[in-house]
Structures are given as structure tokens and as C-alpha cells.
């Protein structure tokens, strides 16, 4: 079992910035796949940022320049630094982990934190 847990979320103004957190735990032998992904209202979940440790980083055209995504392996944790927020990037953002326990590969999300950005 590998548990996905986000931290970070809140209420921010326009222009203001926050930062995400997310930690994996539980039977991990290697991390490949770290992403951050958002569902606003009504809307499909979308990829936000992801970060592979063969890759390297990719992020949705509306967050080039704005977000940055980073990871700590031996923590097994992955950040989102989240600057110059916008009302539209009010969402539920949601952490995604890939990679393999000893022998099986697995795929896993956290619950979600929530963002909302005012205007």
C-alpha cells in the first residue's frame, strides 16, 4: 500500500502565492513520477506539473513561467511553489505518484487539497 498525502492549500488573493506539499509513504522501492494535477469545478482534472527522475520537468502552457515543481527523493516528498496566482487556477490540486514497490509498479493519489485564488 503507498498513501499519497497533499498539504499546503488555502484561500489567497490575486497575485499571491502557496506553496504544496506532497509526501508519499508506505512499501516504495523506487519513486519514478511525481505530478500535480487540478480539477476546478465542473471541470476534467488536468496536469498542472510533473516531474520524472529520468525527464525531468513538464508543466500545462498556463503555468509555465507562474509554478514550479520539485522533489526531495530521500523524503519522498514533491513540491509545488505556486507564484502570481490567478482567480482560474482555484482548484482542487491533487498529488499522483508512479513508480515500483519490490516487484509491481504502482499508481497512486492523494485526496486532494483545496486552492482558491480570489480576485
Known amino acids: 500500500q503507498v498513501r499519497v498525502v497533499e498539504s499546503g492549500g488555502g484561500l489567497v488573493q490575486a497575485g499571491g502565492s502557496l506553496r504544496l506539499s506532497c509526501e508519499a509513504s508506505g512499501n516504495i522501492f523506487r519513486l519514478n513520477t511525481m505530478g500535480w494535477y487540478r480539477q476546478a469545478p465542473g471541470k476534467q482534472r488536468e496536469l498542472v506539473a510533473i516531474?520524472?527522475?529520468?525527464?525531468?520537468?513538464n508543466y500545462a502552457d498556463s503555468v509555465k513561467g507562474r509554478f514550479t515543481i520539485s522533489r526531495d527523493n530521500a523524503k519522498r516528498m514533491a513540491y509545488l511553489q505556486m507564484n502570481s496566482l490567478k482567480p482560474e487556477d482555484t482548484g482542487v490540486y491533487y498529488c499522483?505518484?508512479?513508480?515500483?514497490?519490490?516487484?509491481?509498479?504502482?499508481?497512486?493519489w492523494g485526496q486532494g487539497t483545496q486552492v482558491t485564488v480570489s480576485s
Open positions: 516531474i520524472n527522475s529520468d525527464t525531468g520537468t
Open positions: 499522483n505518484v508512479q513508480g515500483w514497490k519490490t516487484t509491481n509498479p504502482f499508481n497512486s
